[in-house]
């Protein structure tokens, strides 16, 4: 069976999202996106909302339990042969154990694809974003980046020891990326 699934990992700025979108083009496959899940989540006004979107704003990470869920939720409705793309799943080590597990259940071929940027290139990227879109979470820059070596960088690993990880330069033009990933993921 071929590939059908890519989780996209990197730091918050790393380009998941753009990468992710342009590999939808160019499959057909639908991306579920975490932070947008999670953002939609916080828009209202209950309990969960409210403590949610209080720890978004700080930049915390959602709870392991809360994002497997929400994989879970997202993954087990999708048809074996039909192929999707994750972006932000599998940031801490129980999710990204959790994802393999399923996925491996699921008999579904997957690539998770690091996506590494510098520390450097990532502020001003996060930077330039925060003035344009307004996005809460892009003004605690420091503390995103201190979530993504200590919980992610370990998750990585996860994906490194199942033999299931592709690390990308994500530095350079979007172009320039999108084709490093294709062509490590032998996508045509």
């Known amino acids: 069976m071929e590939l059908n699934t890519i989780l996209l990992i990197g730091k918050p700025g790393s380009g998941k999202g753009t ?7 160019s499959t057909g496959w639908p991306i579920t996106v975490s932070g947008n899940l999670f953002r939609a989540l916080i828009k209202g006004d209950d309990h969960v909302a409210m403590r949610m979107r209080e720890e978004h704003e700080k930049g915390y990470l959602a709870p392991d339990w809360f994002a497997t869920y ?8 999708v048809p074996p042969e039909s192929g999707i793309i994750f972006d932000g799943f599998g940031r801490k080590v129980p999710e990204a154990k959790t994802v393999i597990e399923v996925l491996n259940w699921l008999g579904r071929p997957f690539r998770a694809v690091h996506i590494k940027v510098s520390d450097e290139e990532i502020v001003s990227r996060l930077q330039k974003r925060s003035e344009v879109s307004g996005r809460a979470d892009d003004h605690a820059i420091e503390k995103r980046l201190e979530e993504f070596r200590t919980y992610t960088e370990p998750s990585v690993e996860v994906f490194r020891d199942a033999n299931a ?6 530095e ?8 490093r990933i294709r062509a490590e993921l032998g996508l045509k």
């Open 19 to 25: 990468q992710a979108s342009l590999l939808s083009e």
């Open 70 to 77: 929400l994989f879970q939720k997202s993954i087990l409705p």
């Open 165 to 170: 990880l592709t690390e990308v330069d994500g």
């Open 172 to 179: 350079g033009s979007v172009e320039d990326i999108h084709a």
